[in-house]
Nanobody, 126 residues
Framework: QVQLVESGGGLVQAGGSLRLSCAAS????????MGWFRQAPGKEREFVAA????????YYADSVKGRFTISGDNARNTVYLQMNSLKPEDTAVYYC???????????????????WGQGTQVTVSS
């Protein structure tokens, strides 16, 4: 049974930092892409960042480039999202997701990810 468990969310002031973690278990993820998505109240879920386990290629939404960094620890099957210079518009529930053999535009598409975590709330106050 595949499980993705996020942690690290919370309340932070604008300009602050948070690090989200996603612990994956239940299968081998070597051929998977691990992604972070977010959903703010009243808005659609949107892509934030992703990393391919095999080659370490990273992908970012334009809105977070230069502020967020995604990384992975293969030994621990854990993916991290380091979020710096946070803005109130970053407030959302953040979800970790896993999808097999993703490439190109599929990396940015939530329906291409088969497994999802329960989400963790990030709130940035102004």
């Amino acid at each position: 049974q595949v499980q993705l468990v996020e942690s690290g969310g919370g309340l932070v002031q604008a300009g602050g930092s948070l690090r989200l973690s996603c612990a994956a278990s239940g299968r081998t993820f070597s051929s998977y892409t691990m992604g972070w998505f977010r959903q703010a109240p009243g808005k659609e879920r949107e892509f934030v960042a992703a990393i391919s386990w095999s080659g370490g290629t990273t992908y970012y939404a334009d809105s977070v480039k230069g502020r967020f960094t995604i990384s992975g620890d293969n030994a621990r099957n854990t993916v991290y999202l380091q979020m710096n210079s946070l803005k109130p518009e970053d407030t959302a529930v953040y979800y970790c997701a896993a999808g097999a053999y993703l490439h190109g535009s599929y990396v940015y598409t939530d329906r291409r990810y088969a497994y999802w975590g329960q989400g963790t709330q990030v709130t940035v106050s102004s």
